[in-house]
């Protein structure tokens, strides 16, 4: 089992940026399918971006695309979500995951398919 910790989450403006880290212990980012998901209040968690190992095929929301980067550090095994042109709507509590075994693209966007996940990071976007 992967122990994930979140760190970086905050409260920023509108157009504001924010750099999310995500370290893991008991395992290495670059064996792994690593994603970013987020949940709003009453909203379902939804899937925000995902790198494959440290620096392979990555996949974005339409939602950040353009807005986001996802990246990896091998020699600190971190995993990084930078986040520019924040707005409102991605406000909500972010978290890391990790998985292996994807049979396809689609399938690394859904959540149930990750088998270790981080306790999540607050980001509050203010308009």
């Known amino acids: 089992q992967v122990q994930l910790v979140e760190s970086g989450g905050g409260s920023v403006q509108a157009g504001g940026s924010l750099r999310l880290s995500c370290t893991a212990s008991?395992?290495?980012?670059?064996?792994?399918?690593t994603a970013w998901f987020r949940q709003a209040p009453g909203k379902e968690r939804e899937f925000v971006a995902t790198?494959?190992?440290?620096?392979?095929?990555?996949d974005y929301a339409d939602s950040v695309k353009g807005r986001f980067t996802i990246s990896g550090d091998n020699a600190k095994n971190t995993m990084t979500l930078q986040m520019n042109s924040l707005k409102s709507d991605d406000t909500g509590v972010y978290y890391c995951?990790?998985?292996?075994?994807?049979?396809?693209?689609?399938?690394?966007?859904?959540?149930?398919?990750?088998?270790?996940w981080g306790q999540g990071t607050q980001v509050t976007v203010s308009a």
């Open positions: 008991g395992g290495t980012f670059s064996t792994y399918v």
């Open positions: 995951a990790v998985g292996s075994g994807f049979s396809s693209i689609p399938t690394m966007r859904q959540p149930d398919r990750y088998s270790d």
């Open positions: 790198i494959v190992g440290s620096g392979g095929f990555t």
